[in-house]
């Protein structure tokens, strides 16, 4: 059942925009695709001259919801999952990022707006197991 109070298309084409906002400069001013998975694990293998940018984008993810609670407050956190299962889901995505050879940002994001196959394929797989993986939890495990 959706609830449709949480239903909230103004907010979400807003961040949409700015999403795609962010995507399209980042490729413009710096030639790069803004796949988060990418963009930290080059962090993690740093290579002269390409921390900077790499940082400021981390960093930006990091203050952008501080600074929007400035103006107003945050929707208000639940997590219905223990520590072990996030962990564990955590490390999944991870290796998803890594076999896919990019993360839901890269390929759903920039992927499609550039029309690559190999992305549609990619974000098609994404959704595709994520609505069964919410099916059996919710539907066939019963498992809320």
Do not use: K
Request: charged share 10%.
């Amino acid at each position: 059942m959706i609830n449709m109070s949480h239903f909230t298309p103004l907010s979400a084409l807003l961040g949409g925009l700015l999403i795609g906002t962010g995507a399209a400069l980042l490729i413009l001013f710096n030639g790069r695709i803004a796949g988060i998975s990418g963009i930290v694990g080059g962090l993690l293998r740093p290579l002269a001259g390409d921390v900077s940018w790499r940082m400021a984008f981390v960093l930006g993810l990091i203050m952008a919801p501080l600074l929007y609670r400035l103006i107003a407050p945050l929707p208000e956190l639940q997590i219905d999952a223990g520590y072990p299962l996030l962990i564990g889901a955590g490390i999944l995505v991870g290796v998803g990022t890594r076999y896919g050879s990019g993360c839901t940002s890269g390929h759903g994001v920039c992927g499609l707006s550039r029309l690559s196959p190999r992305s549609a394929v990619a974000t098609g797989v994404f959704m595709s197991v994520g609505f069964i993986t919410v099916f059996v939890i919710r539907h066939l495990l019963g498992v809320n």
